[in-house]
């Protein structure tokens, strides 16, 4: 489960975001989102903790307006 330090850190950084989302609730500019504990997947039942993410909301962020098909292959002959 979470340590008292990981609950901080993930309280203060809510915090810290208030500020910039102008106090919105719905639809935030910049979203954090956390986890106070998973399994860990390297092993058996053992849970480890924290899970931090902070990204910009889809509804803020443009999509492209050329779309991207992808890498390119590889597997190209070149003569």
Do not use: W
């Amino acid at each position: 489960m979470a340590n008292p330090e990981h609950r901080a850190i993930i309280s203060y950084l809510f915090k810290q975001f208030d500020l910039p989302n102008n106090g919105v609730d719905i639809d935030l500019p910049i979203e954090v989102y956390s986890k106070p504990y998973h399994f860990n997947p390297t092993s058996y039942g053992d849970k480890i903790a924290l899970d931090v993410m902070i990204c910009p909301s889809e509804v803020h962020v443009p999509q492209p307006s050329i779309p991207y098909s992808g890498p390119l292959s590889s597997n190209v002959n070149v003569l």
